[in-house]
């Protein structure tokens, strides 16, 4: 079945980085727009960014931009998140998401990753 597997996670000091990585199987992954949600204790998800499936457009969430980019390359079915200048407040659980472009109802959802800021 559809795959798509999460990593980079870890605790960081406030001010460093991380890169998250997700790793697609099983899709074509061409055709998906690829976003990362983060979620936190008693926090809804929230969506943090997204990458489109032609074209590679982006767009983030206000609170992480400047700090966070997001990639894809299409020939390794891999989805990157580039978080720089962590803060406290970026401590969250973070998902990996595959939407189709077209058929938007068929989406797929990573198992998470744990992201903690602290000092």
């Known amino acids: 079945q559809v795959q798509l597997v999460e990593s980079g996670g870890g605790l960081v000091q406030p001010g460093g980085s991380l890169r998250l990585s997700c790793a697609a199987s099983?899709?074509?992954?061409?055709?998906?727009?690829m976003s990362w949600y983060r979620q936190a204790p008693g926090r809804e998800r929230e969506l943090v960014a997204t990458?489109?499936?032609?074209?590679?457009?982006?767009t983030y969430a206000d609170s992480v931009k400047g700090r966070f980019t997001i990639s894809r390359d299409n020939a390794k079915n891999m989805v990157n998140l580039q978080m720089n200048n962590l803060k406290p407040e970026d401590t969250a659980a973070y998902y990996c998401?595959?939407?189709?472009?077209?058929?938007?109802?068929?989406?797929?959802w990573g198992q998470g990753t744990q992201v903690t800021v602290s000092s």
């Open positions: 099983r899709i074509t992954f061409s055709n998906y727009a």
């Open positions: 998401n595959a939407q189709h472009s077209v058929m938007t109802r068929i989406e797929y």
């Open positions: 990458i489109t499936s032609i074209g590679g457009r982006t």
